[in-house]
Every structure is written in structure tokens, then in C-alpha cells.
């Protein structure tokens, strides 16, 4: 049976050495009948084999919706432009819609080996199960039914677009409200552990920190906008944290400490699977930080308003 053509969708804003790796590596793919294309701000050279559409200084997800546009394919696969497939990205996707009521399709975004000693620290931390539900999207797990696929690694079929778009307003998050939308219309997604792609991280801890503030600030204004998918505790235990530092010791100190010691036990007891002795202080900060700068910014999130672009 012929392979069914799979339009391989990569937003960007300027081309670089991510984005030529990524072109590279998918057109390395085990799965012949794709085509690529490619969504740049401005105009940038021809790449043979290579659709190239510049869309001005526009969101991800105006990108995105631009993209399925200009498609052909029956499946569109988006990917970062800062991340690249495995070999068997599509053939292990494929299979799954052989079942009708699966629309979408996830995997993980691994730390990619040629990442440097910072990014992979990065990589450590964003995998640690004390990261929550979110760990899941950095690391290797069981196949299962999900609600919440990350744009990083999402391949839906293209008909669910005549019904819904990816949010053109809010980036990060816009993965989160494309989800919600299959959900309301009965769609199922998987996630494969065999669905990779190599995705690479952010070197802590300025720009790690940079990019939880996002994640932090963008789920805390969901989790009330959009609850029904973002008010889950797991996602207010970093804000719970926050406050105890702040105002626990006011409470009973001697619980205060008891907790603290506690949590800086099981930080420091997870940062050990770096198996790495320069790694590990640099996790073990880097989860604690994290806790906080993702528990701060939620609550920025959660009592604002609204939120810019």
C-alpha cells in the first residue's frame, strides 16, 4: 500500500543552524511520501525539495494555520524548528490512525546527545518526575491516551482543520487550546514513547528560567480561563511551594523546617540521577528554581486579567 502523504509543518522566525539540521534529519526520514515545509518571517534561500512560505513576523500559531493552508498532505506533522525527528518519526505515527477516532498523535522531545553540558543539565531537570505531568514531554514513557500533546510533537490529521485552527493569540499555550478543541469534539490522542523527536534544550539557568516564566505565566491564566484542562493541582503545587517558602515559618516554624528539609532531601535525591558529580548541583538548583520561577509566574498568570503576545 502506498504511503499516505504526511506535510511536515516547521514555524520559525529566522533561519538557522536548528532549522538546517531539522530539514536535514527529516529528509533522512524512513517514510518516503512527504513534503516540508517551511515558515519563516522573511523570504530566505530556496532549499531544494523544500516548500518555503514567509509569513511576516506573525505567532506560532498563525504560522501553523498558514501552513495547513498551503498543505497537501492527508497528515500534517509539526515540529519545532529547534528540534528533529527520529528516523521512524512517521511509520511509528502512521499506525496509529488506523483506529478513525485517533486525530492526534504525540511523543517526546529528547535532550539530543550533541547538546552542551548546560543544556543537558537543563534537559535533567525538565525530565525530573518533580516536574510533574510535564516531565512526560522530556522523556521516554508508557503509550497512552492524552489530553495535552505539545506543538513541539504533534501530527493530526488534516481534516480536523476544517473544524478548528491552532490559537493565533497565545504562545505557549496555543498546544494546550488545539487540544482542548479535539477534546470537545470526541477526538482521542496518543502519546508514543516510539513517536521522537530530539528537541534541544535551553541552557540553564537565564534562558531555562526565561522559558518556565512562559510556561508558568501562560498556565496560570488557563488554569482559569481554560480549566478544563488546566485546573489540575498538580499544576498549583509550585504556587503552594512559593507560598510556604514565604510564609510557612510564620505558621509553626518547626513544621517549616520539617518540610524544608524534607523537600530539599527529595530535590537533592532526584538530582542523583544525573550520574554525573559536575551535573548534579546544577540539577538539584536547577529543579529548585524551577519550583519557584514556574510557581511565581503562575500565580502572575492566574490573577491577571488577560495577556499580551
Known amino acids: ?17 536548528y532549522v538546517d539540521e531539522c530539514v536535514k534529519e527529516c529528509k533522512k526520514l524512513d517514510y518516503e511520501n512527504f513534503e516540508i515545509i517551511l515558515l519563516p518571517d522573511e523570504p530566505i534561500k530556496i532549499i531544494k525539495g523544500v516548500k518555503i512560505i514567509s509569513t511576516g513576523p506573525v505567532s506560532p500559531g498563525k504560522k501553523r494555520n498558514i501552513g495547513v493552508k498551503h498543505s497537501k498532505g492527508e497528515y ?17 505515527t502512521i499506525k496509529h490512525f488506523s483506529d478513525f477516532n485517533v486525530v492526534a498523535v504525540g511523543g517526546p522531545g529528547l535532550t539530543p546527545d550533541n547538546d552542551g553540558f548546560l543544556e543537558k543539565a537543563g534537559g535533567m531537570v525538565m525530565s525530573s518526575f518533580l516536574m510533574g505531568g510535564m516531565c512526560t514531554r522530556y522523556k521516554l514513557h508508557k503509550a497512552r491516551k492524552n489530553d495535552d500533546i505539545h506543538s513541539c510533537n504533534f501530527i493530526s490529521r488534516k481534516s480536523i482543520f476544517k473544524k478548528i485552527k491552532w490559537n493565533e493569540k497565545y504562545w505557549p499555550g496555543e498546544d494546550t487550546l488545539i487540544c482542548l ?3 470537545r469534539l ?19 539557568f537565564k534562558k531555562h528560567l526565561s522559558q518556565i516564566s512562559r510556561f508558568g505565566l501562560h498556565r496560570g491564566f488557563f488554569a482559569k480561563k481554560f480549566p478544563k484542562t488546566s485546573f489540575r493541582l498538580t499544576y498549583f503545587i509550585p504556587s503552594i511551594l512559593v507560598l510556604f517558602l514565604l510564609f510557612g515559618w510564620l505558621v509553626n516554624i518547626y513544621l517549616f523546617l520539617i518540610g524544608l528539609s524534607a523537600y530539599l532531601f527529595l530535590t537533592f535525591f532526584e538530582s542523583l540521577s544525573a550520574k554525573n558529580l559536575k551535573m548534579i548541583p546544577l540539577v538539584w538548583l536547577g529543579i529548585i528554581l524551577t519550583h519557584i520561577t514556574y510557581g511565581v509566574f503562575f500565580l502572575d498568570g492566574f490573577l491577571r486579567g488577560g495577556l499580551k503576545r
Not at 502523504?5 to 533561519?15: A, E, G, T
Not at 515540529?79 to 511509528?92: F, G, M, Q
Not at 470526541?186 to 540553564?204: C, K, Q, S, W
Request: aromatic share 10%.
Open 181 to 183: 478543541d479535539i477534546k
Open 1 to 17: 500500500m502506498k504511503e499516505q502523504l504526511v506535510s511536515i509543518i516547521i514555524p520559525f522566525k529566522n533561519f538557522d543552524e
Open 186 to 204: 470526541g477526538g482521542t490522542m496518543i502519546e508514543d514513547p516510539n513517536v521522537v523527536v530530539y528537541h534541544h534544550r535551553r541552557a540553564l
Open 76 to 92: 500534517c506533522a509539526f515540529i519545532d524548528s529547534d528540534a528533529y525527528p527520529r528516523k521512524d518519526w512517521l511509520i511509528n
